[in-house]
């Protein structure tokens, strides 16, 4: 039903609310595939009555292929948004983990941090950064920096690790 909304929000040319619709169907995707293990697959005996291969049942086939197009069309759409829309990363995402081992640029100031994390989304989707936001108080003023990918990048489905950075020197982490 939701697809179908989309699909008219499309056709009406409701970006914002398409974008916004787009997003609720991926979420709803990544929480099924959470929720999804090897024992909703069939399996396939040979000869000798033991199981050789797993095959996906019909509805995870209709799963797979149902949020293709949406996904591909979520770039150029966002692309003209109005406002940006933010969504939690855990919607999509799981097991998210920043190794706090700073690796520093070597010819120039700044540093970067690994971020690993686990994609929910059975189709690759392309991002135009990653971004993430540190932040902490220092002598009782709020502070905050921002680390960046260096481009676009493809997220594909399973564990993805993606190095961020900011030229801002000094910086210490603490655990």
Same mark, same amino acid.
């Given at each position: 039903?939701?697809t179908?909304y989309?699909?008219?929000?499309? %056709? ?5 609310d398409?974008v !916004?619709?787009?997003l609720?169907? $991926?979420?709803?995707?990544a929480?099924?595939?959470v929720g999804?293990?090897?024992?909703h697959?069939?399996?396939v ?10 095959i ?5 086939r ?9 996904a591909?069309?979520l770039l150029p759409?966002?692309a003209?948004? %109005?406002?940006?829309?933010s969504?939690p990363?855990d !919607?999509?995402?799981s097991?998210? $983990?920043?190794n706090?081992?700073l690796?520093?640029?070597e010819?120039k100031d700044?540093f970067q941090l690994?971020l690993s994390?686990r994609?929910l989304?059975?189709?690759?989707i ?8 540190i932040?902490g108080t220092l ?10 990918s260096d481009?676009?990048?493809t ?13 801002v020197?000094g910086?210490c982490?603490?655990?």
């Amino acid at each position: 039903m939701l697809t179908l909304y989309a699909h008219c929000l499309k %056709q009406l040319g409701q970006n914002n609310d398409y974008v !916004r619709v787009i997003l609720k169907i $991926l979420a709803k995707k990544a929480a099924e595939s959470v929720g999804r293990c090897s024992c909703h697959k069939k399996s396939v005996s040979n000869e000798q009555g033991t199981s050789s291969a797993q095959i996906p049942s019909d509805s995870d086939r209709t799963h797979m292929t149902g949020t293709t197009e949406l996904a591909a069309d979520l770039l150029p759409y966002s692309a003209e948004l %109005q406002h940006e829309i933010s969504v939690p990363m855990d !919607r999509y995402f799981s097991n998210v $983990l920043v190794n706090q081992q700073l690796r520093h640029y070597e010819d120039k100031d700044g540093f970067q941090l690994q971020l690993s994390f686990r994609c929910l989304l059975e189709e690759s989707i392309p991002i135009q950064n990653a971004r993430i936001k540190i932040s902490g108080t220092l002598d009782g003023q709020p502070r905050e920096i921002w680390l960046e990918s260096d481009g676009p990048l493809t997220l594909k489905p399973g564990l993805v690790r993606i190095w961020v950075g900011s030229n801002v020197g000094g910086f210490c982490l603490k655990s």
